[in-house]
């Protein structure tokens, strides 16, 4: 449905610029777009998308201090104090390194490619408000226009009935011809100050009538439309979630644990260097995982 509006939205603003119609300046465009929540929610979203792409090139592993102390008491001897220290890290497996680094590379062309999007149907939607009051102004202009008209038939009507030269029902006619313009230039009029105030809420506060005309950007030199932005957005999302599927897949795997530790035992006299490779059991929670991601 989206694709389908704006894409009628875009034959919508060629007709109206084939015909002639006056189109807001450029930068009183571009400025209303940059001032919308939406566009700016989604440039917030590059900063976001720069964090994403570091956690994962960073993966979800951190160290691990571990601190021991102990009192030994042994039996017939004194009591010694005895210590251990050790650092653990968890370590990616090379093919998960690779998927993180491949969905950290897409997040930075993604959230461009959202913004493009966003601005594109802001741009489009600030241009149907104000072709919708364009047309709102003219119908008010014309209803104006047609009031004047109507109100000297009936003047002349009412003349004529009271000489003589028209009948009642000519007199009556002309009043409820009045009667019909005087509602519609209201409802016009009304329609097209909605239309002004949709454009101030918008981000343009001129009326649409008083603005310059300027003209809507042309066409590449082959005559081809340049991508849609959403097109891309699409791909780049599917992209995304099948390196999704693959890094859950590829999670049922553990990673291991490697770590160092130092230790003193019986006040110093021995001293300990450990290395230890812990690896943890997957059970049902990842293949659940994976089946969700799949």
Known sequence: MTGFRLGMGLLLLGAMARAGAPLPPEEDLRAAIESSPAVQMARAGLGEA?????????????????LEGQDRDVRGDRAYTEWYSGLEHGVRWFGKRSLDEAAARLQGPLAEAQVADLVREQRIALLEAWFDCLAADRRAALA???LAEARALDRIASLRHQHGDASRA?????????????AEQASASALASGGVEALRLMGLGASCHAMPIDSLPRPSQDGTAPASPAVTVARLKAEE???????????QRPDP???VRLGSELGGTDRLAMLSVSLPIGGSRRRAETAAAM
């Open 50 to 66: 720069t964090a994403t792409a570091n956690s994962l090139r960073a993966g979800p592993h951190e160290w691990t201090l571990r």
């Open 170 to 182: 000519e007199a009556d006619l002309a009043a409820a011809d009045l009667a019909a313009a005087e």
């Open 144 to 146: 104006t226009a047609a």
């Open 257 to 259: 644990v490697v770590g």
């Open 241 to 251: 979630s099948q390196l999704a599927a693959q890094r859950a897949r590829a999670n």
